[in-house]
């Protein structure tokens, strides 16, 4: 299950102006279901929120049964700005949280993905997805931005152990895990999440690949070689979602490091919705950057 906020995206660079569907429990809900793992999503949008959204979803084989339509509520909106490969937000609207009792009291899920992008998810409703589900995984990158009077985005410390001493599994790129460990060194600090008994700590880092810290243990995966970025919105979501569902099947996590990086490089070089490899290319590319790791 991946919980948190849809978003519409509106995209604008230097070349063109989009408007999307967006958010994790789109990415990394894609990104798993594409590698074989049945996937749910806890989520909340707006009346406004298009049709033709759920029909994408369902194609996709993404169980939206947890996914409610708020009547008296926007969808989570963020105009993204790309200026050089810098990205700016700004946040334009902002749905209701996830309070924990829109989580099923019968819910049984092997791994959840919590997710928030906005802050929406409260630590009890945290709570009781962790208690109901065996694997615990959390993207920070909600928890880190604050947002000032015109809704920018700026990033903010956030260490609450609450949610950091019941984890499973954390991933963040390198200025989240900033925000978290008091250090822009990312080894230092993924050795330095995991203290709070984290077992596997990811940090990405764009071209730059991935630092994998998993039961003491740190390695480095390398990003695949794109021919060239078009658009990196999702990527990390999509890591996610890819790693998490190798590591289901049982995968070491260095080749579930690899399967998440192929899989976030496809999506970046490529146009569209639906911009998402499938099983077998992600593979193919998983094995080469595996390779060069040893």
Not at 178 to 203: F, L, M, P, Q, W
Request: hydrophobic content about 40%; glycine content about 6%.
């Amino acid at each position: 299950m991946v919980a948190g906020h849809f978003a519409i995206d509106e995209i604008e660079t230097e070349e063109t102006r989009i408007l999307r569907i967006g958010g994790p429990p789109f990415y990394s809900a894609i990104a798993a279901s594409r590698l074989g793992v049945k996937v749910a999503v806890l989520s909340k949008v707006g009346v406004e929120f298009p049709k033709e959204y759920f029909k994408v979803l369902e194609n996709e084989g993404i169980d939206t049964t947890f996914l409610q339509i708020i009547e008296n509520a926007k969808t989570t909106r963020f105009h993204i700005k790309y200026i050089n490969s810098v990205r700016e937000m700004r946040l334009q609207a902002l749905c209701f949280e996830i309070l924990p009792e829109d989580v099923p009291a019968d819910l049984e899920v092997k791994a959840v993905h919590v997710a928030p992008i906005a802050n929406e998810i409260p630590y009890e409703t945290f709570e009781k997805l962790r208690e109901n589900s065996d694997i615990v995984c959390l993207d920070p990158q909600g928890f880190t931005r604050r947002f000032d009077d015109r809704g920018n985005v700026r990033l903010k410390e956030w260490r609450d152990k609450r949610f950091l001493k019941k984890l499973s599994m954390l991933k963040a790129d390198e200025k989240e895990a900033a925000c978290i460990a008091g250090s822009s060194d990312v080894y230092k600090a993924a050795r330095k999440i995991a203290e709070h008994g984290i077992e596997t700590v990811i940090i990405t880092m764009a071209e730059k690949g991935v630092i994998l810290f998993h039961q003491g243990k740190i390695w480095r995966i390398p990003a695949y070689p794109t021919r060239r970025v078009v658009d990196p919105t999702g990527a990390g979501d999509v890591f996610a979602g890819a790693y998490i569902a190798e590591y289901l099947k049982g995968k070491t996590p260095n080749w579930c490091a690899c399967v998440g990086s192929a899989a976030a490089s496809i999506l970046i070089e490529r146009n569209g919705l639906l911009r998402f490899g499938f099983k077998n290319e992600i593979y193919e590319r998983a094995e080469k950057l595996y390779e060069m790791i040893g």
